[in-house]
């Protein structure tokens, strides 16, 4: 399965680089996603409502122009810009990151919660949730406060998960998304839930998904 992919801001060229080695890394035998930057006209980080609505207008029109010769779409964002709108609409999938992230801690019965960078980011989850009808799994999205350097900065993210893991473990939640598409988890970090890269499971569940098909 061939998958385009467009980032939710514009990045350089070394972040496309890395975002590309990262799906590359993550993605099982059979899936093979190619992402492609959104464009120079597009925010350069999510911190703001009018910067996520604008990212998630250009998301939208760019799946919607996709070219020819792949299997399903993808947003490359927890947000799952589009994603809503277009789904059952195109004549190939269209995969979220958050729809199948959430919607498998949903299905499992796991208590799943979320962090995310910032409050325009966290609140944008809480409303995706809502579109999905899965308001009520939502046990909450934790702040960490951090700016979009953070993103490509492995150990700096790893730093402030605690307290808010913390946090969310102590209201129920057994699972905790990690409320960015592109965030490498440090491996052997002890917290009081488990942490789910959301692109990780949702290329597990897309490539389990197309066995036998």
């Known amino acids: 399965m061939r998958i385009y992919a467009v980032t939710p801001i514009h990045v350089d060229a070394e972040e496309l680089a890395r975002r590309q080695a990262r799906y590359a890394a993550l993605s099982p035998p059979g899936v093979d996603v190619v992402l492609h930057d959104i464009g120079a006209d597009a925010p350069r980080a999510l911190d703001t409502d009018a910067q996520v609505r604008q990212s998630e207008a250009l998301v939208t029109a760019a799946l919607r122009g996709a070219p020819a010769g792949f299997d399903a779409l993808l947003p490359d964002c927890v947000l799952d810009p589009g994603v809503a709108d277009l789904a059952g609409i195109l004549p190939v999938p269209v995969f979220g990151l958050l729809r199948l992230s959430l919607g498998w801690a949903v299905l499992s019965g796991r208590g799943c919660a979320a962090v995310a960078r910032n409050k325009a980011i966290a609140d944008e989850i809480t409303a995706r949730a809502g579109v999905y009808g899965w308001s009520d799994d939502l046990l909450g999205v934790e702040v960490l406060d951090l700016d979009v350097h953070a993103i ?62």
């Open 152 to 213: 490509a900065d492995t150990s700096r993210w790893a730093s402030t998960l605690g307290v808010a893991v913390g946090t969310l473990a102590a209201g129920g939640a057994r699972s905790v998304i990690n409320g960015c598409s592109a965030v490498d988890l440090s491996a052997g970090v002890s917290l009081p839930a488990r942490v789910v890269d959301p692109t990780a499971l949702a290329l597990r569940l897309i490539g389990a998904g197309e066995v036998g098909a």
